[in-house]
């Protein structure tokens, strides 16, 4: 399963969108970057970067941070479940 850790942003809401539409399970977790949250160390353990989103699957032992987030996150999955698939 797909841990997603994002906020209500443009960005951040796209690559639960893309799971969605992959069919694909996950669970969200919300950071809320006007409190700070992505400041804190255990997410900053995940993306030393402090943006949101992150995909972390556990089962395949990756994470995926970038600095162009939400299209090679989503990218990434779609790429995964096509070849899945064949």
Known sequence: ???????????????????????????????????????????VALNPNGKVPVLRDEERGFTLRSPRRSWSISRSVTARCSRRSR
């Open 1 to 43: 399963m797909y841990q997603v850790y994002a906020f209500s942003t443009p960005n951040s809401v796209k690559v639960p969108i893309a799971l969605e539409e992959l069919g694909l399970q996950y669970e969200l977790h919300s950071v809320n970057v006007r409190k700070g949250e992505q400041k804190h160390a255990d997410f």
